[in-house]
């Protein structure tokens, strides 16, 4: 088999926080015990294909330069998809990653008819199944395209035209059933289509109520087939269109309640959809938690001056412990992972930049992981957190939450003067303070 990532011959291995090897892991030790599971069990890392191996690096303004031999155009389309099948589990294998996501257009030309994208599909997904058995490695989620090809401009379930309506749906049936057949953990729509450019042309209701329908035949052929992973929503407010309807895991969680699909899906949460939106990655986080729909997450960030989806490698300790913090308090994935939906920037022209932004944010979720975890180990932000509340146990609190008090019992209480509450401080930065202590000290 032909090697494609000759300068990375070995696995990546770790070597400790004091090496210097960059093509060593620092933080990423797989098998060690981080309280109850292995650093490998919490983070379930994966790899995505569409950014890492089917992008050749360009941007709205200009070609790539990526150095990826499986792109060239004058490969014939199926011997291509083999080739960069083979590059992307090389990776995979030596990088040490456990899963790996993909698009259906990822892994299999789209074709020029309906039953030439579906031969593809079928013929790469067992190219995929012999790949999985050889090296071990997992599907933590498959998606389809529905966003790429000019007949989804108007979108995809919340077309105008139930006929791409119908053809989306096709292409979900097909794609679910290939996630299926791989043993995937999870499946994800993102809705980058489904919202709108102007209100001027678009019936809101009507495509609300079209996703409600779209969402709930994936749910409904789901548990025909006997799929057991996860449907998974990726919120995003913005970007491709001006208005998307999946804004923010709240907006989902009110979607999902509205066409009764709450218990069915969850949300896979973008670190960079989150700032898009206006929020902390740990607000998503701690927000889905609370519904019961946090599902997985793709890990890429965004960039603090631009207003975009620059989907770069997670470099931040600061960001990330934050929001595995509230994974652990949620009691930390089931079904999820941790998917590198990350973009090198498009000057990392050498197939080794791979390793080195993917070696970086896989030492950056590791080290968060164990600042996460030594905090909720020792209660660091918990005592405060429960001190708090703490009036919310007494007779007043639960007699309230119970049902018990009316408007007019507190009137009661209050007028005669039973309760004179008073401000109490939040130690918010104390609380940063210990934050930091942790991130100083973890090893
Ligand atoms: C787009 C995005 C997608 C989804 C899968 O912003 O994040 O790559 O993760 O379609
Ligand atoms: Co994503």
Partial sequence: MTEFFTEVPEPIRYAGPDSDDPLKFRWYDADRMVGDRTMAEHLRIAVCYWHSFSWPGNDVFGDGGFDRPWLDPALEPMAAARTKMAAAFEFFEKLGAPFF??????????????????????????????????????????????????????????????????????QVRNCLEATHRLGGANYVLWGGREGYDTLLNTDVGRELDQLGRFL?????????????????????????????????????????QRYGLDGEVKVNIEVNHATLSGHDFAHEVAVAAAAGIFGSVDANRGDDRLGWDTDQFPNSVDQMALGVYEIL???????????????????????????????????????????????????????????????????????????????????????????????????????????????????
């Fill in 101 to 170: 996501c993909f698009h259906d257009h990822d892994i299999a030309p789209e074709g020029t008819t309906f039953a030439e994208e579906s031969a593809n599909l079928e013929a790469m997904v067992e190219e995929a199944a012999a790949h999985m058995e050889r090296t071990g490695v997992r599907l933590l989620w498959g998606t389809a395209r529905l966003f790429w090809h000019p007949r989804y401009m108007a979108g995809a379930a919340t077309n105008p035209n139930p006929e791409v309506f119908a053809r989306a749906a096709a």
């Fill in 329 to 443: 308090r949620a009691g930390g994935f089931t079904t999820g992972g941790f998917n590198f939906d990350t973009k090198l920037r498009r000057q990392s022209i050498d197939r080794t930049d791979l390793f080195h932004g993917h070696i970086g944010g896989i030492d950056t979720l590791a080290r968060s992981l164990l600042v996460a975890q030594a905090m909720l180990a020792d209660g660091a932000l918990a005592d405060l957190r429960s001190a708090r509340y703490g009036g919310w146990d007494g007779d007043l609190g639960r007699a309230i939450m119970a049902g018990e008090r009316s408007l007019a019992d507190l009137h009661r209480l209050v007028a005669g003067n039973e309760v004179d509450p008073a401000p109490r401080s939040g130690r918010q930065e104390a609380l940063e303070n210990v934050v930091n202590r942790y991130i100083e000290r973890v090893r």
């Fill in 216 to 256: 709930t035949l994936v749910v409904e052929h789901k548990h025909a087939i006997g799929f057991d992973g996860t449907i998974l929503i990726e919120p995003k407010p913005q970007e491709p269109v001006k208005h998307q309807y999946d804004h923010d895991s709240q907006t989902v969680h009110a979607f999902l």
